[in-house]
């Protein structure tokens, strides 16, 4: 193995294990990001106290005109039970009967537009509570996929682990410390491909004197614009 292949071999490792690791962070960030069930079951709450308040209207409009009918039926058995028979106290009962009963369709009519409002707020919370149900339900088939997802990533970072170990006991690379720090300074790229006479990390041209020493198995050479070890792949 070349030198430049060898250190490409250890790049392949590595670049491996750092996509596996971003991924992780990419998943770790979705799971935690609670914010749209977090407003949907805030929407839900917020249209339940709403819900609960016009309910408490109705029942209250609802007790109001069962309230009048018995007014306007105590008012109706005084009038009829032949025991008022001053013209005078009976015009008064028939005047009340007339108002009663002229409140009372006041009164209906504010019912009916309390039935309307509970109706129409009954509406909005069972819609906000299906979208909140369904956030939820999505949120939790997502947390599952993407838990697999990380317990095969983690088996994969461990597996490349190992791998770049036993390669590291059986190579005898030299160039560790220049690989390290090439790594911390470009990226997490320290080993590119040579394509086409061109550095596949940065674009750059490279010169033919250094495409031919980069072909040497003994050499290693670098990209003149990044700096990065070029390995000229099986080409
Ligand atoms: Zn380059």
């Known amino acids: 193995m070349s030198r430049s292949q060898m250190l490409y071999q250890l790049q392949q490792y590595d670049s491996g294990i750092d ?3 971003k991924r992780i962070q990419a998943i770790e960030s979705i799971l935690s990001d609670s914010n749209e069930l977090y407003f949907a079951q805030k929407k839900q ?3 339940k106290l709403i819900l609960d308040e016009k309910q408490k209207l109705l029942k209250s409009a609802e007790h109001i005109v069962e309230i009048q009918n018995q007014k306007i039926t105590q008012n109706q058995n005084k009038l009829y039970s032949g025991a008022v ?3 005078k106290d009976l015009e008064d009962l028939q005047l009340e009967s007339t108002s009663l009963q002229k409140y009372l369709s006041v009164l209906e009519e504010r019912q009916l537009e309390t039935m309307f409002e509970s ?7 069972d819609q906000a509570s299906a979208h909140a149900d369904e956030v939820s339900q999505t949120k939790q088939a997502e947390s599952e996929v993407l838990s697999s997802e990380n317990s ?5 970072i461990s597996s490349l682990q190992n791998d770049r170990e036993a390669f590291l006991a059986n190579a005898e690379i030299s160039e560790l410390p220049v690989y390290d720090n090439l790594r ?3 990226g997490g790229i320290a080993v590119t491909l040579m394509q086409n006479s061109s550095c596949s990390a940065c674009g750059s041209n490279i010169p033919s004197a250094i495409e031919q020493e980069a072909r040497s198995p003994k050499k290693l050479s670098f990209c003149p614009a990044c700096r990065r070890i ?6």
């Open 184 to 186: 911390k300074s470009s």
């Open 45 to 47: 709450e917020e249209y």
């Open 119 to 125: 109706d129409r707020a009954q509406e909005i919370y």
């Open 19 to 21: 996509q596996a690791i």
């Open 85 to 87: 028979t001053n013209p």
């Open 152 to 156: 095969s990533l983690e088996s994969k």
């Open 230 to 235: 070029l390995h000229p792949g099986s080409s």
